[in-house]
Nanobody, 117 residues
């Protein structure tokens, strides 16, 4: 059974930093694209950033210059370094992986990020 498990969320003051990690297990295959999405209360789930196995990266405009996504292909892990956090970054952050072998999206359970003074 494929599992994506996020960690690293928490409460941080505006201007602070957090690093999210996502560890994949049980797949037996690699993910072509891995990324992070977020969902604030009452809003839809939106892309934050994603990265392909070849290293191509895409960021949402709202996080460009502040967030950095990276991955470890050998371990099927993906990370999100979040700097200069703002209250509007408050959301549940979800890890996502898309596998070419199965043509399916896989999701983690989410980790809460709260930016507040």
């Amino acid at each position: 059974q494929v599992q994506l498990v996020e960690s690293g969320g928490g409460l941080v003051q505006p201007g602070g930093s957090l690093r999210l990690s996502c560890v994949a297990s049980g797949s037996g295959f690699s993910f072509y694209v891995m990324g992070w999405y977020r969902q604030a209360p009452g809003k839809q789930r939106d892309l934050v950033a994603h990265i392909t196995s070849g290293g191509s990266i895409n960021y949402a405009d709202s996080v460009k210059g502040r967030f950095t996504i990276s991955r470890d292909n050998a371990k099927n892990n993906v990370y999100l370094q979040m700097n200069s956090l703002k209250p509007e970054d408050t959301a549940v952050y979800y890890c996502n992986g898309f596998a070419l072998l199965t043509h399916k999206d896989y999701w983690g359970q989410g980790t809460q990020v709260t930016v507040s003074s």
